[in-house]
């Protein structure tokens, strides 16, 4: 089951949206059974700048996490590439930090920050690519989505 809530405005003349999960799941053919709830937020100030927060628990591999998350715009590119149908519109900065910490007191932590290229594709399909780093148990690892 699954509740959100979504489009309100605060004082600060923020949107928001909230949600709440739970579920169960079972990977590996059964062996892995897995339990808990999700609560998430995001806030959306001045149209641009988002803060976000996230927390999981699960009950049954007795495993809780937690993220933040701040995403702001660089700057605006704006700019089309020649005649081909590809819009760069901005680019943006995406920094978060998290941790895991197990029923039996193991804990882990992890930093890391993106830049994110927001871009257009016959000027109605838009497509992100990400470039970035994540700092966790003192190893840097790169990592690009798309």
């Known amino acids: 089951w699954s509740t959100s809530f979504s489009s309100g405005r605060d004082g600060l003349m923020g949107h928001y949206s909230l949600g709440l999960n739970a ?38 591999q007795g495993i809780g996490s937690g993220t933040l998350e701040a995403s702001f715009p660089l700057f605006y590119l704006e700019k089309q590439l020649g005649t081909w149908p590809i819009y760069f519109q901005k680019v943006q900065l995406s920094a978060f930090a998290g941790a895991n910490v ?3 007191g193991r804990f882990s932590d992890f930093y890391g ?23 966790s148990n003192g190893q840097f690892i790169p990592t690009f989505s798309l």
Not at 113 to 135: D, E, H, Q, R
């Open 102 to 104: 197990a029923f039996d």
């Open 23 to 60: 579920g169960m799941a079972f990977t590996d053919a059964g062996t892995s059974p897995s339990a808990g709830a999700q609560l998430g937020a995001t806030w959306t100030l001045g149209g641009e700048f988002q803060l976000g927060a996230n927390a999981q628990v699960d009950a049954l």
């Open 113 to 135: 920050a993106s830049l994110v290229f927001s871009t257009y594709l016959w000027y109605n399909f838009p497509i992100s690519l990400s470039f970035g780093v994540v700092y």
